[in-house]
């Protein structure tokens, strides 16, 4: 598994990550072999939301109640969650009391004093900056919350954002993958004037404001065909996509999961990868694909497959 330090912290983290949002019914049992595995491979990042499993903190709650972390086991990983989204609505809130609200109650479902990163989680039309400074400066200060970053942000957002922050926005977390990959696509085609590809839709490229600012893109739905319409792994829709993953996994002895991971790990922005799966094999065999070493050959082979245009 190879790893990095993520910008503006001192984590050293692996470039997959294993997201929790599915385990609310889970057994004890099977939640501590998913962790397993996941820690099997190289994987000590792990990422929640307050509002995964159903009911507020559920995920986190179960986690905890599962792996019951000593002290020391807690200082072995990094864990993040994300705030933001209330449910009944559904709306967004980044208010004050809203934030603080919600880090309290993942820092007692999670039973532990401290998150490493927590991300604002989607956009909120009503933010106010100040009010969101307000709450990282006294999570920060209480030694609650060491490191804070947003999800599915578009540059602007983020740069009112840190008009006002006090602390570096140290991820960003997009959907990605090889069919769900605007954010890289765009850029492929840009100056193409009929050529939907060609089109910004995030508010003036995200992916290379991330790179210019040192914010870690953690990418999730890394297997998703679109926006949460299946997986495009084995789909019929993408024959010919699979037909390249199917052969690149065969020529590197590997999962078709461990090259749809290796597509985006091999990108230079050091992105990370999110799995949302439960399935402990899936994991092992996505993981791998942190070390496949595909060629730029590949990797675009792999892009023209999914259906993106390479002028």
Same mark, same amino acid.
């Given at each position: ?39 099997d ?26 792996l ?19 449910p ?7 208010s004050?009391?809203h ?32 009010? +969101? ?52 696509a ?15 839709r ?20 890394p ?35 461990? +090259? ?8 230079p ?5 999110v ?37």
């Amino acid at each position: 598994m190879k790893q990095f330090v993520l910008p503006h912290t001192e984590i050293t983290a692996p470039n997959v990550v294993l997201g929790l949002m599915r385990i609310a019914d889970k057994s004890d049992d099977e939640i501590r072999t998913l962790v397993r595995t996941a820690r099997d491979a190289g994987i000590d990042f792990f990422d929640h939301a307050d509002i995964y499993g159903g009911q507020k903190h559920r995920c986190e709650e179960r986690f905890a109640e599962a792996l019951q972390l000593t002290s020391s086991q807690r200082e072995e990983v990094t864990i993040q969650s994300k705030a933001g989204i209330v449910p009944d609505g559904p709306y967004f809130d980044y208010s004050y009391e809203h934030l603080i609200a919600s880090v309290e109650g993942s820092l007692r479902a999670l039973k532990t004093d401290y998150r490493d990163i927590v991300l604002l989680h989607r956009p909120d039309a009503l933010v106010e900056p100040e009010e +969101v400074a307000r709450a990282f400066d006294e999570l920060h200060a209480a030694g609650k919350v060491k490191h804070f970053g947003v999800s599915n942000h578009t540059p602007r957002q983020i740069e009112l954002l840190q008009k006002h922050l006090n602390q570096p926005i140290v991820a960003n977390q997009l959907q990605l993958s090889i069919t769900h990959s605007t954010i890289i696509a765009q850029g492929v085609a840009s100056n193409m004037q009929t050529t939907e590809q060609s089109l910004v839709r995030d508010g003036g490229g995200i992916l290379d404001f991330c790179r210019l600012h040192d914010i870690t893109i953690q990418a999730w739905s890394p297997f998703q065909a679109r926006f949460f319409d299946g997986v495009f792994l084995g789909h019929p829709e993408y024959a010919e996509l699979n037909a390249v993953i199917d052969r690149l996994a065969a020529q590197y002895e590997v999962a078709p999961e461990a +090259v749809a991971t290796a597509w985006i790990t091999r990108h230079p922005a050091q992105m990370q990868v999110v799995l949302g799966t439960t399935t402990p094999q899936r994991v092992a065999d996505s993981a791998a694909g942190s070390d496949v070493p595909l060629t730029r050959a590949e990797w675009y082979e792999l892009f023209r497959a999914a259906g993106w245009i390479v002028p």
